[in-house]
C-alpha cells in the first residue's frame, strides 16, 4: 500500500523549486524523483496545481502526556515533533505511539533537559497551573560542574536525540532577580563538553539577551528561542557565528509573551483551514497571550534580532513551542503562523522558510533521511494546493500526508483534508 507514483506536480525538494515533477515511492522509501514517471501497476495521483514537500519538522514542542497533541500536529503536516523537555516517560510513550502509528509524527525527544531545583520550567509550571500535587521529586538537579557527566550518561540512557539546556533567570519576562534558581555558565559549559564528547548537540532555552550570551559563551550549538528585552548587539552576532550556531526564533513565543501578536493570530483562530484542524478548546488559544515581559521588553527586538542575524547568515530553523493549554502555543496551528511571521514581520522569502521548517533542521540536526524529496529518504511528505513558495499561507491548504509512505486518512472528528 506504501507505493505509489505522484506525478504533475511543482516539487520543493528541502532546497529548491521544481516546476512539473513526479517521485516515485516503493515501500515507504522515496525512489526517484524526475519530470516524468512511467511504472504499471501503481496507485497515480496526478495533481497539477498542487505542491509536494518534505513533511514539516516542527523543531520546538512539549507534547506532554496525550495523543491528541502531537496528532494535532500531524494533521499539519509535521511529519517530525522535536520535544524540547518532557518528562521522561511521556518521551518513551510518544516514541512509542511514533513507532506504531503512521497517523502519529515521528517523535525526537531530548527527553528531560537539563534542569536545576527550583529553576526553569518547573518555577513556571507550578505559578501557572497551581497544581499542587505535581512533582518535581524526579527531574534532573544539575547544580555543579560535577553533575555535567552523570546527567549526559542518562540522557544516553534515556535516549536522548539531543541535550537542552534551560538558561533562564526571567529577565526578559518580568520576573524579579533571585526568585527563578539559574545554573551558572560554567555548570552550562561542562554540560555542552560532556555532551559534544558523545556527540550529542546541545541546544538552550535563553529568553534575555544576558542569558543568550551566556549559553553561546557556554558553547551551545543552538538557540530555542531569541531574546526580547534588548536590542540585537554585534557581539551577539559575533558569538553566533563563532558557534556556528543556529537560532529558532519561536516569534510565536516572544509575540504570546509580550502580548503584542494578537490582532495577527486572531484571523489565523478564525481560518477554517485550521479551526477544522484543532480542538475546541484550542481555537481560543491561538491568538490568547501568555503576557509575562519586563516593562522594556518588545516584540520587534525579537522580530530585528532575527533580520540582523540571518542578514549575518546565521542558519534559522523553525518550531512553535507549543505545548498543553499554553496560551499563543497551541500545536500545529503555531507552526505555521511562525512560518507566516517570519516571512512578513522578519522578512525571510518563503523558500528560506521552507527550507528553515525542513532540510536546514534535518542537516543542522543530523539527520540524513528526512527534511528532503531525493532518493532513498523515507517518504514523510506533504502535498498542498497552491505555491506556498508564493505564498506561504497555501501550506494550510493541506491535500495529502504520508508518513513512511502510508496515507494519512483522518483522525476521528477531524477533516481529512
Ligand atoms: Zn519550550
Redesign the pocket.
Known amino acids: 500500500m506504501n507505493s505509489f507514483i505522484i506525478k504533475n506536480v511543482r516539487l520543493f525538494d528541502g532546497e529548491n523549486i521544481h516546476e512539473d515533477s513526479s517521485v516515485l515511492v516503493e515501500d515507504g522509501i522515496i525512489k526517484q524523483v524526475q519530470q516524468d514517471i512511467e511504472k504499471s501497476g501503481l496507485l497515480i495521483f496526478s495533481k497539477p496545481g498542487h505542491t509536494l514537500l518534505p513533511g514539516l519538522i516542527d523543531a520546538?514542542?512539549?507534547p506532554y502526556r496525550e495523543s491528541r497533541l502531537s496528532e494535532q500536529a500531524f494533521r499539519f503536516g509535521i511529519t517530525t515533533l522535536m520535544d524540547?523537555?518532557n518528562l521522561h516517560d511521556n518521551a518513551v510513550q510518544q516514541k512509542q505511539w511514533a513507532k506504531e502509528r503512521k497517523d502519529f509524527p515521528d517523535i525526537k525527544s531530548c527527553h528531560f533537559s537539563a534542569t536545576i531545583e527550583g529553576g526553569w520550567?518547573a518555577w513556571v509550571e507550578k505559578r501557572l497551573s497551581n497544581n499542587e500535587f505535581a512533582t518535581y521529586d524526579d527531574w534532573p538537579n544539575v547544580a555543579t560542574e560535577d553533575d555535567a557527566e552523570p546527567f549526559i550518561e542518562t540522557a544516553i540512557r534515556n535516549g536522548s536525540d539531543y541535550i537542552k539546556l534551560m538558561h533562564e533567570a526571567g529577565r526578559a519576562i518580568g520576573i524579579k532577580k533571585g526568585l527563578i534558581v539559574q545554573p551558572r555558565e560554567a555548570v552550562q559549559a561542562a554540560i555542552v563538553r560532556a555532551a559534544h564528547e558523545r556527540g550529542l548537540k546541545v541546544v538552550a532555552?535563553a529568553l534575555s539577551l544576558k542569558d543568550t550570551l551566556e549559553v553561546l559563551r557556554a558553547g551551545v550549538d543552538g538557540l530555542?528561542?531569541t531574546f526580547f528585552d534588548e536590542p540585537i548587539t554585534p557581539e551577539v552576532i559575533d558569538l553566533y557565528k563563532r558557534n556556528n550556531a543556529w537560532v529558532n526564533p519561536?516569534l510565536v513565543?516572544a509575540g504570546s509573551l509580550t502580548c503584542e501578536s494578537k490582532e495577527i493570530l486572531k484571523s489565523f483562530s478564525e481560518d477554517e483551514r485550521v479551526k477544522s484542524r484543532v480542538s475546541t478548546e484550542d481555537v481560543q488559544l491561538i491568538h490568547d497571550c501568555l503576557h509575562m515581559k519586563s516593562p522594556g521588553a518588545k516584540w520587534e527586538y525579537a522580530i530585528d534580532s532575527v533580520r540582523q542575524l540571518k542578514a549575518a547568515g546565521v542558519d534559522i530553523i523553525c518550531g512553535s513551542?507549543a505545548?498543553a493549554g499554553a496560551p499563543g502555543?497551541v500545536f500545529g496551528a503555531n507552526l505555521h503562523i511562525e512560518m507566516y511571521l517570519l516571512v512578513n514581520k522578519a522578512g525571510l522569502s518563503p523558500i528560506e522558510v521552507l527550507r528553515a521548517t525542513t532540510s536546514v533542521t534535518a542537516d543542522r540536526f543530523g539527520w540524513s533521511d528526512r527534511g528532503r524529496i531525493a532518493a532513498g529518504l523515507k517518504a514523510d511528505l506533504l502535498l498542498v494546493e497552491g505555491n506556498p513558495s508564493v505564498d506561504i499561507t497555501d501550506l494550510l491548504n493541506i491535500r495529502g500526508i504520508w508518513r513512511d509512505g502510508v496515507k494519512f486518512n483522518g483522525h476521528p472528528g477531524f477533516s481529512q483534508n
Request: net charge negative.
Open positions: 520546538h514542542s512539549h524540547m523537555h520550567p532555552h530555542a528561542h519561536t513565543a513551542d505545548a502555543l
